[in-house]
């Protein structure tokens, strides 16, 4: 079973998703240029609104991160055990399970942790403290060759007792945090402990075409006498204002077997999912452009089997406000709907269970609220 989230949302001058020169994302669709918001950012603004949105409970998260050394470390000191010494142990242990940590204490990769995972290892550290600090002691280097970094990966994994490595590869895994059950997790080097993401979420186009613009400002020193006129400093943004279509659909049936089959924690997890991709908006140059712009509609299908509809294509030919009685948002909303209602003519529209949209365009909007939990009660 699918579920389904289509948004259109227009955002104010804003630069929410920067590329690399500082420019706002964009991307040619369609023949022609629109503003872009990528999909790693959008799942970011995601999970920040499921911690700051209170919509998971934390020990139901996960955190991804190179610092796991430093973050279990952290929770031994407050255990007592001393600070460097955890550290040490905590990068041992995590050796049991092939996670090297290199530089500054980082793991080789950002790692994503769920929560109870997390304090899994730090009881993992405490009840074999002593067999892990004695492993701490520096080895003596062998001249000759040196070793590839995946000999040194498997030297370190044996060197940690067999019963201390069972533990920590076991406990990989045997988490429920929501976010990881969503999102998915890849560890290059435990390719069995790989999470299949059960959603998946598109880049934001903008429905109509979108050409750069360039903000130049200047600021001045509040100390400098009157009478010296000039700024101190001065430079150059470039933002865009864009419609954007947005997409993301949630399979619930994997999310439910990534969630140990629990159908009823899955149910919450997809509450939480819909809420928080309303709700995310990136952070990108927010302080100097407060793009705090809710989304104009909203629709959730829910589907109970086929395939998933990625509706931007309705958005081919660029959305042109030119009727004065309709904005671009509204002529959005009636291009997404006329598209779709051509794709269930050609297709069916057996699988739908549901269709529900709250559109800011109608005299009696839906509540967003009712949607949700009309959403979350169609699934079994």
């Avoid at 075409?209 to 400098?224: I, S």
Wanted: glycine letters at 6%; one cysteine or more.
């Amino acid at each position: 079973m699918f579920v389904e989230l289509h948004i259109i949302q227009n955002f104010a001058p804003s630069c929410l998703n920067r590329d690399d020169t500082n420019s706002p994302k964009d991307c040619v669709f369609g023949g022609y240029r629109r503003a872009r918001v990528s999909s790693q950012c959008l799942k970011r603004a995601m999970r920040m609104q499921f911690k700051e949105g209170n919509l998971i409970p934390k020990d139901q998260l996960a955190v991804r991160t190179k610092r796991i050394v430093d973050e279990i470390g952290g929770r031994l000191a407050a255990r007592g055990k001393d600070l460097e010494a955890a550290k040490q142990v905590v990068t041992v242990a995590l050796a049991g399970a092939e996670l090297k940590v290199v530089e500054e204490g980082k793991t080789q990769y950002l790692l994503y942790v769920g929560e109870d995972e997390l304090k899994k290892i730090a009881d993992v550290c405490v009840a074999h403290w002593d067999e892990l600090l004695a492993l701490t002691a520096p080895k003596a280097e062998v001249e000759g060759k040196k070793k590839k970094a995946k000999e040194e990966k498997r030297e370190a994994k044996e060197s940690v007792p067999k019963a201390i490595r069972d533990e920590m590869t076991g406990i990989l895994g045997s988490g429920k945090a929501a976010d990881l059950a969503l999102f998915g997790r890849m560890l290059a080097d435990m390719p069995e402990k790989n999470i299949d993401a059960a959603c998946q979420v598109a880049h934001a186009l903008s429905t109509n075409e979108v050409a750069m613009e360039m903000d130049f400002y200047t600021a001045v020193d509040d100390l400098k006498p009157n009478d010296n006129q000039g700024a101190d400093m001065m430079g150059v943004v470039e933002f865009t204002s864009a419609c954007f279509y947005r997409y993301a659909v949630v399979n619930a049936d994997l999310l439910a077997g990534n969630m140990g089959s629990d159908k009823a924690a899955a149910k919450r997890a997809v509450e939480a999912f819909l809420k928080a991709a309303i709700a995310a908006v990136p952070t990108g140059k927010q302080n100097s452009m407060a793009a705090f712009n809710p989304p104009l509609y909203v629709m959730a299908v829910v589907r109970n089997g086929g395939a998933a509809w990625n509706l931007a294509n309705a958005f081919m030919k660029p959305v042109r406000p030119l009727d004065a009685g309709k904005d671009i948002g509204e002529l959005s909303v009636e291009r997404l709907g006329a598209h779709l209602a051509k794709l269930e003519a050609m297709y069916g529209a057996d699988s739908i269970a549901l269709k529900i949209a709250s559109s800011s365009y109608d005299a009696k909007p839906t509540p967003v609220a009712d949607l949700v939990k009309q959403v979350v009660e169609t699934l079994p």
